[in-house]
């Protein structure tokens, strides 16, 4: 029988479930792609139970939602980076649709397209073993706002590696129109805003090789000026080096906390950001990553030497610590798209 401790311990795996969703957000600092594994895995056993369905159905009410059978709900489970048929949509809106407000609150103020890997998996998709394997290099420009966590999408070409081994993917996304569009709610991206947006590309960057990703056949790299590129390296660099600092003071009487508040209260610091983050930055800064950023990296951190400077501090002087090295900002006077470009696609 699948047990879900026995595949995510507790220390791995945790929301706080005494503190309003979303203001507490512990379930981001775990990778993606385990996140979302251990999400399936937990439906697969509660969807045993007795009574699962009837809690469920009270569950969607509540978000405004109709679904015709649970059963079937469950089944769907298509991947990120499918792009539905018209009868797969006649199929899903059979069985799920979501309330009018959910559209209106998170899709009509700005456009969503298709990631470019999910429009390659099609295409791919589409053509026989013989042709795709007479295929050398593919460059896909992400240039538009995708759906479907278009930066776990890498993950849906890994069987075409698999069946060629001499294809190549290039991925280039151009974080201004893609990730940092500016718009009517803030006039400027903030260091803070950078890292939310860029550590899920990097960590599912970094869970490729394990999902089967053929080594050197795929890269994803960063698309902004040298400046840009300089200023967001540095900044995910530094964060970096506080989460592993941070990490290693952390249960060796080096962090002052309540100990029964101690798990919730470390992982929800400004410091920790995911579990595989400074791994993964790691692998950018010795180049072994497949992850490009055009910038100086320098040599690699000393986390002891940061880790003893800081030894004794409570989470709060952490937190503290990382808001006051932060970095500059970008604000719309920097900004290098132009308002009517960003209009043309949002």
Not at 28 to 45: M, V, Y
Not at 130 to 158: N, W, Y
């Amino acid at each position: 029988m699948l047990s879900f401790a026995g595949c995510y311990p507790y220390r791995h795996l945790h929301c706080d479930l005494d503190t309003p969703w979303g203001t507490c957000p512990l379930w981001r600092h775990t990778a993606p792609p385990r996140l979302r594994n251990a999400i399936d895995l937990a439906l697969q056993l509660v969807a045993t139970k007795d009574g699962f369905s009837q809690v469920a159905q009270d569950a969607f009410e509540v978000l405004g939602v109709t679904v015709g059978s649970i059963e079937e709900f469950l089944h769907l489970s298509p991947k990120p980076w499918h792009i539905p048929t018209e009868a797969d949509l006649h199929l899903y809106y059979s069985i799920y649709r979501p309330g009018y407000a959910f559209h209106q609150q998170h899709y009509d103020s700005e456009k969503h397209y298709y990631s470019a890997a999910a429009l390659a998996i099609d295409f791919l998709g589409s053509h026989s073993p013989k042709t795709r394997c007479q295929m050398r290099e593919l460059v896909l420009l992400e240039d538009c706002k995708g759906v479907g966590f278009p930066e776990s999408h890498p993950a849906g070409l890994i069987p075409f590696f698999q069946e060629n081994n001499r294809l190549r993917i290039l991925r280039r996304l151009d974080l201004w129109r893609s990730e940092f569009p500016l718009d009517t709610f803030s006039p400027e991206v903030t260091p803070d805003f950078i890292s939310m947006c860029m550590i899920p590309w990097i960590d599912e960057a970094y869970a490729l090789a394990g999902a089967g990703m053929p080594s050197r056949c795929f890269k994803l790299q960063f698309h902004a000026s040298n400046t840009h590129l300089q200023l967001i390296f540095d900044m995910l660099k530094r964060d970096a080096a506080l989460h592993e600092a941070y990490q290693a003071c952390c249960g060796k009487d080096g962090i002052q906390y309540a100990p029964d508040k101690l798990f919730i209260r470390y992982r929800n610091g400004r410091c920790f950001l995911s579990d595989v983050f400074p791994l993964a930055m790691r692998g950018i800064v010795q180049g072994s990553s497949t992850v490009q950023i055009d910038a100086e990296k320098g040599g690699i951190w000393d986390t002891a030497e940061l880790a003893e400077v800081a030894r004794g501090w409570t989470i709060e002087q952490w937190d503290d610590w990382k808001q006051r090295t932060t970095g500059p900002s970008i604000t719309i006077d920097d900004y290098p798209v132009t308002h009517d470009e960003l209009q043309s696609l949002y």
